[in-house]
């Protein structure tokens, strides 16, 4: 091993051996950064990277691979969700009209990889586009316009936009929502929660930081001690 | 043949939520030995939906972690008899439960009561509007049951419960601040109603300005400590907004386990066996009673549980699959329009309106609870003149604030791009300041919606699939476009706010999808009535066929009605129980005259 692994490193490009120069350093955190990624390939990670963040991109609040967006849909992907948990299987498979809902024969995690591959070759250099260009690859693959062969764009488009969002604000024990990155964003304090002498008081905005299921008392400095909670 | 026979018992139930729990509890107490067969696992409050684990939106919103798993069994749909149905791969439109206390514990608490015109629909409009009134191609029927005969029952529930409201009409007399459209209660809501946040206080302002009669929403999210009727004790809500999709850790929600299980679990008449998911309803020679039901056990071992009686306490879709897969009944077939199990399906015509909020308005949607807000009914029912109209039905107007879960609550207004920086703007520019509404209205049963066995996929047992036919009625679009517009009235009269704007699950050209979340209320398909060609039970709950098969649940529905059925079903569950205990025992018979 030449260098220790880092999915920073990766994400910013700078392990990238293809001829291109750097990417531009839009996508710099990764949570568990010292970790290989238990699904994504490197390429692929830094697909998701560009294609998270022409969903959500950065402005004054983190774009979603800022947030760990990446990481999350790599676990998520590794995961019971990305292998079919919740997701009845059984063949055969017919397409069917939008009101019978997911009809593909592809678990998450093989949508996920298949779509990645078919998105580099409709748009090979994706990872690297011009925002502009690469936001009309993106509008033209949520339309179902993108020529991805026999996969239906928006599928994969609406699968990656759903993990996207879910890994933006769902609670950071799941890899994503980085610093409470979405929390932070809506005013959403998290997962403890007694409002019952708040719920009246009127146009008062609540003051707590959030805390996630697992915030640790000194975690992040402007964080409130979490209640000791005692059992029922 | 089954694996195993076991001695036989009493009562055999099948499925452990709010209707088999309560009727083991009722039956265990006449002396009764009482068998509940769950598919599902073990679960407590206390151990189980405990915060702040429970309070995550990813988890138990989004992967359904409560409710049944579709891996192994699922049903197929499509909207009319033309399509090919395909498998329901993913839950989405409904999400019935698995495990102790069925779908019973992650709903919103939200505890109506029916019209007493909802149980005596077709004769009620036939009366005030004439015969020819209610369109033809619905087949709209009478409950059987009325609501002075569900009265006792409907109030006992909500002492079950502790329920929260504001009565709008006792013993007949109208109360402002309640619902003055309900029937006549017997009593006061065993608790005060629960306070109100900003939002639905605007619209609580805006409707009686314009002489409508707003209302809190009645509510088994508990306001006080309370031990209910069996001695089980509630705590006061906390408003976490984690309550529809999640159990209640605070024990604040009422549900199935506290309320019920641990009332009974240590009776000597009581029995539940968990992983227990009964194949098929079995038959006597002559077939006119079942002699018990077979299941596969934890090991996997096919069990015979032979029983004097039978209760279908599964869910409303389940129940009635398992008739059809055990020949109980006729099917129904839409061809001839004869037989009755799987007829009458129907659901619930949702739709949406958000009212936007000028800046200064924090409404703190993260304060939240399974039934907060503020309602109007007076466009639910027949509470309003339908003769220019040309529908049937209505549905209630809610402005509620249930949670603000990030993930699922993301209002923007209309015009807003669905992904992408001004996605990104929208969506923390408006979380703190929105109201949400929602319309619930009531589903007609017509000859064409309806559940039959699928041909071609099958569960991991290798029963065929239920298959659901369905689509919106046009009388239902037409009374969702008409209430929905009300809605928004109501909205464009609010105090602050700066846009509006309106979703239609059931406009004109939408077909029925079921993939965004709409509402756990599927019912009918096995339903109640005084007539054997249109109804698979009697007026008791019986089934016409089988003397000692007894049916619970929203299954039982003629036609939905525009509230949330747990209330009603819960209702007819007492009504059925009363009828077992004081007559079927000691007299086992058909109790009506086919």
Not at chain 2, 339 to 358: C, H, K, M, P, W
């Amino acid at each position: 091993m030449t260098h220790p692994f880092s999915r920073r490193a990766v994400l910013l490009g700078l392990a990238a051996t293809s001829g291109v120069a750097l990417a531009k350093p839009q996508h710099a955190f990764a949570a568990l950064d010292d970790q290989p990624f238990a699904f994504l390939t490197e390429t692929e990670a830094r697909m998701l990277a560009a294609l998270c963040d022409t969903l959500i991109p950065e402005d004054e609040y983190p774009s979603a691979s800022q947030a760990g967006v990446v990481d999350f849909i790599d676990l998520q992907m590794a995961g019971p969700y990305g292998n079919g948990e919740g997701l009845y299987m059984k063949g055969p498979f017919f397409e069917g009209k939008p009101s019978q809902g997911y009809q593909l024969p592809l678990l998450p995690s093989e949508l996920m990889r298949e779509g990645l591959s078919r998105l580099e070759q409709a748009e090979s250099g994706f990872a690297l586009m011009e925002d502009a260009r690469r936001n009309d690859v993106v509008t033209a693959m949520s339309e179902g316009e993108l020529d991805m062969g026999d996969l239906p764009s928006d599928a994969f488009f609406d699968e990656v936009w759903k993990l996207t969002n879910q890994g933006f604000f769902a609670d950071p024990i799941y890899g994503g929502n980085e610093n409470y990155a979405g929390w932070r964003m809506v005013g959403f304090p998290g997962a403890h929660a007694y409002y019952q002498s708040f719920v009246d008081k009127h146009n008062v905005a609540y003051p707590k930081a959030p805390m996630g299921i697992n915030h640790q008392p000194g975690g992040d400095g402007d964080l409130p001690v979490a209640p000791v909670r005692k059992e029922p | 043949m089954a694996d195993k026979t076991l001695p036989k018992t009493d009562v055999v139930i099948i499925g452990g939520g709010w209707t088999g729990l309560t009727t083991a509890y009722e039956l265990a107490h006449e002396g009764r030995k009482c068998v509940i067969l769950e598919r599902g696992d073990h679960r407590h409050d206390a151990t189980s939906f405990g915060a702040p684990e429970e309070h995550d939106e990813l988890k138990y919103g989004l992967r359904y972690t409560h409710m049944m798993n579709v891996r192994e069994n699922t049903l197929t749909f499509r909207n009319s008899r033309g399509d090919r149905a395909l498998p329901m791969r993913r839950l989405g439109s409904f999400l019935p439960g698995e495990g102790l206390g069925g779908a019973g514990i992650h709903w919103n608490g939200q505890l109506w009561r029916p019209l007493p015109s909802d149980l005596e629909m077709r004769s009620h409009y036939d009366n005030r509007y004439g015969s020819d009134f209610i369109p033809d191609d619905l087949s709209v029927q009478d409950w059987g049951v009325t609501y002075d005969e569900l009265e006792p029952h409907l109030d006992f529930f909500e002492r079950i419960c502790g329920a929260a409201g504001t009565a709008g009409n006792l013993d007949g007399e109208q109360r402002e601040g309640g619902n003055i459209f309900e029937g006549p209660r017997s009593n006061e809501y065993p608790n005060p109603a629960m306070k109100q946040p900003v939002s639905s206080t605007l619209f609580g302002r805006a409707a009686q300005e314009m002489d409508l009669h707003p209302f809190p929403f009645p509510s088994a999210n508990v306001t006080k400590a309370y031990e209910n009727p069996y001695g089980a004790q509630l705590h006061p809500c906390t408003y976490c907004g984690f309550c529809e999709r999640f159990g209640c850790g605070y024990f604040a929600k009422a549900d199935p386990i506290i309320c019920v299980y641990d009332r009974i679990k240590e009776h000597e008449n009581f029995e539940i066996r968990f992983k227990s998911t009964v194949l098929r309803v079995e038959k006597s020679e002559d077939g006119k009673t079942a002699t018990g039901v077979t299941y596969v056990d934890a090991d996997g071992r096919e069990i015979f549980q032979p029983a004097d009686i039978v209760c279908m306490n599964a869910y409303a879709l389940w129940n009635v699959h398992l008739m059809l897969v055990s020949g109980l009944g006729t099917p129904y077939d839409p061809e001839t329009r004869t037989g009755t199990v799987g007829r009458n399906y129907s659901y619930q015509t949702i739709s949406a309106v958000d009212a936007f909020l000028e800046k200064d308005i924090v409404t703190n949607p993260f304060m939240g609870a399974g039934a907060l807000g503020m309602v109007v009914d007076d466009y639910n029912g027949d509470n309003f003149d339908h003769s220019d109209l040309g529908f049937v039905g209505g549905g209630y107007i809610a402005c509620k604030q249930y949670h603000g879960r990030p993930i699922s609550y993301q209002p923007v207004p209309d015009g807003t791009p669905s992904w992408g920086a001004e996605w990104k703007r929208a969506v923390r520019e408006n979380y703190l300041h929105h109201a949400d509404f929602v319309i619930h209205g009531s589903s007609m049963s017509t000859p064409e919606n309806f559940l039959d066995l699928d041909p071609t996929w099958t569960d991991q047992h290798g029963r065929p699939l239920l298959r659901m036919t369905f689509n919106f009625p046009e009388n239902d679009r037409k009374m969702a476009k008409y209430v929905t517009e009300r809605a928004v009235e109501i909205a464009e009269n609010m105090d602050h706010v700066t846009s509006v704007s309106a979703t239609n699950l059931a406009a004109e050209g939408e077909d029925y999808s079921v993939v965004p979340y709409q509402t756990t209320h599927n019912v009918g398909g096995a339903v109640i009535g005084t007539d054997p060609s249109t109804s698979v039970v009697n007026r008791y709950g019986q089934m016409w066929d089988h003397h000692n098969v007894f049916v619970f649940g929203a299954c039982l529905f003629p036609q939905n009605l525009g509230y949330n059925p747990t209330g009603p079903l819960m209702g007819l569950a007492y009504w059925t129980l009363e009828h077992l205990k004081n007559d079927y025992l000691e007299n086992p018979r058909p109790l009506m005259d086919a």
